[in-house]
């Protein structure tokens, strides 16, 4: 069969290709379009974990979201000179698309329409990504060059993790307990907000490894798929009977220094549920070499494995950079979750929640009616992937999400895949001739993330965080051009990462922001791809031979990239408009009215945005102010501070939240504090009334807040409703005594005045 040519047989129907077609899954032979085109797109995959995505209502994702729908249609419009149509589709494939197509329709259910609208073009774009990563990749090398390319940028981030561990957070404590205000400033936080708080929380009573990430959790689970595979090829190595003890030794060696930087990250996250998916992980690597060697082999490598990680934990204690409490509370952090299971479960039952979700970006809102009064968090999603995928898109996406990963593990996992042969060493030479530079041109990353991700080069901390990212990217290049040419990544492998995901994942959120999920999705494709043992081994192809269908992912991608538009135009000129607005408002001589106009485009470039009218309310304010104050004209300044905060509440924008109405109540109180001379003592009146209406309606909504209560006490006691505030002061007091949480209870002053409204 080697010497025959490719042969077509033009007949009606399929077109059948034997083994030496340009269909066929062989050895690469040079760098073409299409390689080069995946090598770039990994880049602009790679890149997005190069700044956070948390937050879905500032849309921080969206520009990198449209240039991968536009790398797609490119990619698409390359494959247009191919004489036929050729895919790769299997049940795991419909199962992910009917996922996405579930999470897109719980949007348009969603009451926080925009952030569910932005965070839903993410889940677009990650099925995008996902279909282009099977379809693309030519042979296994390519599609495990994508897996190669995502492992040196996560080498990347566990190298800038212990480095801002060790260098920035000491620094950064050390100016805070210097300037605080001023280092709140420059970190963004209203030195007044909540979040000032949290911060010092967080920076100074933790030492966790973040790196780009919001939360230690995200990074550990970034971090422990790429593990699991180092692992995979080190056993491999060790494992290979033919080669010398140089060579042996020297291979070895680059594996384990690149896994030794990311477990010495993973281990500074202090993420139990990622300690146990590396754990999970590596079991699966094990079995598969159970099936290929004696166990005493596999004992062999895994036993000092264990013992390397015990030593670790232990030079840990040693430094400082670990705790026993990281042991010993992991019951109180396991209960925690639990609490935050019940609530999450509780949502679920409610109406028909169950069966279509709440919508993505959604989860705050419904959980704050449910939360226990000893839970600890306002939590934005429920800290376990297949309640998140259920309360965010309903059962059925539960379903899809686990026919997917069930199908794929089932296909790496099975005997077909594990019985593959394993390539020669001349094989795996020439498959990775091409395979670094398709994986070197992931390095664009460092150019698409400075303009894509917002970085300011000339504000100190980005740029050292752009180098330190830059160095080690490099870094872990030198050494994976060693490593390449002598380790294949196997569908075993891509099986172990998958499951030390799913099992960190099970105490910690991810899979709906990309920077978290794209590893998990990546692994997924690439996994199917290699393990399509059909597709490898089959003799002949049966191809489509319908020219038309050429044109089917054209067609696609142009769809997908109207459907963005559609949906991310109208927020970009609203946050264009508003922040036009904003920059009036705040200049020495601040312009109102044309203020006012550009806050009405914003309103009418998308009405779904609650946050327009919440700032023409309050620019209301402004204007009386700047106009002098005038008692007369406050009443009617009032009913149009009233009339936009109404509409902010008022579907299609969401009545259920909490912020806005607290952001009510405190800008009333702001209001009645900075103007109370110059506002008629009638509409004082009405103000507090109104104030506390917000209070009622934010009880109501969350219910087991103890401040919020002692705000409503206090408030009805001074408009004379003694009953009610003597209800709520009781309440107040209640909560206060149930949590166990410092920060959840009142202070000793709000305490007493409780106590005194009881006792009138």
């Known amino acids: 069969m080697a010497g025959r040519p490719a042969v077509r047989h033009r007949n009606k129907g399929p077109t059948i290709v034997h083994r030496r077609d340009s269909v066929d899954i062989g050895l690469p032979s040079a760098l073409t379009w299409e390689s080069i085109g995946l090598g770039m797109l990994a880049g602009l995959v790679c890149s997005r974990s190069l700044w956070p995505s948390e937050d879905a209502a500032q849309g921080t994702g969206l520009a990198w979201c449209l240039w991968v729908l536009l790398a797609a249609l490119l990619l698409s419009a390359v494959r247009l000179y191919r004489n036929d149509f050729r895919f790769r589709w299997s049940l795991a494939d419909t199962a992910v698309m009917a996922l996405v197509g579930l999470v897109l329709a719980s949007a348009h259910g969603a009451l926080e329409h925009r952030a569910a609208a932005n965070l839903s073009l ?6 995008v990504i996902y279909v282009i990563f099977r379809q693309i990749p030519k042979d296994p090398w390519e599609s495990t060059s994508l897996v190669w390319a995502q492992l040196l940028m996560t080498f990347s981030l566990a190298g800038y993790g212990m480095f801002q561990t060790a260098v920035e957070f000491p620094a950064l404590r050390e100016a805070y307990r210097a300037h605080p205000e001023r280092t709140l400033l420059e970190m963004g936080i209203d030195p007044a907000s909540p979040l000032r708080r949290a911060f010092e929380d967080r920076l100074l ?15 550990a689970a970034v971090l422990v798929g790429p593990l699991v595979i180092l692992i995979g090829l080190m056993f491999d190595q060790m494992t290979k009977s033919h080669l010398s003890g140089n060579a042996r030794t020297a291979r070895v060696v680059g594996l384990a220094f690149l896994s030794f930087v990311l477990a010495i990250c993973l281990q500074w996250t202090k993420s139990r549920s990622a300690w146990l998916g590396l754990v999970a992980g590596v079991g699966v690597v094990c079995l598969e070499l159970l099936r290929r060697t004696r166990w005493k082999h596999v004992a062999a490598l895994a036993v000092p494995l264990i013992l390397i990680a015990i030593v670790l934990f232990l030079i840990g204690l040693a430094t400082g950079r670990m705790d026993l409490l990281v042991l010993t509370e992991s019951t109180k952090s396991l209960r925690y979750r639990v609490e935050y299971w019940v609530a999450t479960w509780d949502v679920i039952q409610e109406g028909r929640n169950w069966l279509w979700g709440v919508g993505p970006a959604n989860f705050n809102y419904r959980y704050l009616q449910y939360k226990l009064p000893e839970a600890s968090e306002e939590i ?5 992937v297949f309640l998140e995928l259920w309360v965010t898109a309903g059962v059925f996406a539960l379903l899809a999400f686990l026919a997917a990963v069930g199908w794929s593990l089932w296909k790496m996992t099975s005997r077909e895949a594990l019985s593959q042969p394993a390539e ?11 395979l670094w530079k398709i994986v070197g041109h992931s390095g664009v990353a460092f150019l698409i993330a400075p303009i894509l991700g917002s970085w300011n080069l000339f504000q100190e901390d980005l740029l050292r965080r752009g180098f330190v990212l830059l160095a080690f990217w490099g870094l872990g290049w030198v050494v994976l051009r060693w490593v390449l040419r002598h380790s294949v990544i196997r569908p075993a492998h891509l099986a172990g990462a998958i499951v030390a995901m799913l099992v960190s994942w099970q105490a910690a959120g991810g899979i709906g922001f990309p920077s978290v999920a794209l590893p998990f999705w990546l692994m997924t494709a690439a996994g199917a791809n290699c393990a399509d043992t059909h597709w490898r081994s089959a003799k002949t192809k049966v191809v489509v031979d319908i020219k038309a269908l050429r044109f089917l992912p054209v067609a696609l991608s142009v769809a997908a990239i109207g459907w963005f538009l559609g949906s991310a135009v109208p927020f970009w000129k609203a946050e264009s408009a508003r922040a036009r607005a904003r920059e009036l408002v705040d200049a020495p001589l601040p312009r109102v009215a044309p203020a006012r106009e550009l806050l009405m485009e914003a309103i009418a470039a998308d009405p779904m945005e609650s946050l327009s009218f919440v700032e023409l309310a309050e620019l209301e304010y402004q204007a009386w102010r700047a106009d002098g104050s005038k008692p007369e004209k406050f009443e009617n300044t009032w009913s149009k501070i009233l009339v936009a905060y109404e509409k902010a509440l008022t579907p299609p924008r969401n009545p259920l939240a909490v912020p806005i109405w607290r952001r009510q109540a405190a800008f009333i109180e702001r209001m009645i504090r900075e103007s109370g001379t110059k506002i008629p003592p009638a509409q004082q009146i009405v103000l507090t009334a109104q104030r506390a209406k917000c209070l009622r309606t934010v009880a109501k909504l969350y219910p087991t807040n103890a401040h919020i209560w002692a705000d409503l006490a206090e408030i009805d006691a001074a408009l004379g409703l003694g009953e009610q505030a003597h209800t ?4 107040a007091l209640e909560l206060s005594d149930i949590t166990p949480h410092q920060d959840k209870k009142l202070d000793d002053i709000t305490a007493r005045r409780m106590r005194a409204i009881l006792a009138n």
């Open 380 to 384: 934005s999603d429920p800290h376990n």
């Open 424 to 434: 020669t060493e001349y094989e795996t030479r020439s498959g990775s001739t091409n």
């Open 205 to 219: 009573q933790s030492n966790e490894a973040m790196a780009t990430f919001a939360l230690a959790n995200s990074l």
């Open 728 to 731: 709520e002061a009781t309440k």
């Open 122 to 127: 993410e889940w677009l774009t990650i099925g």
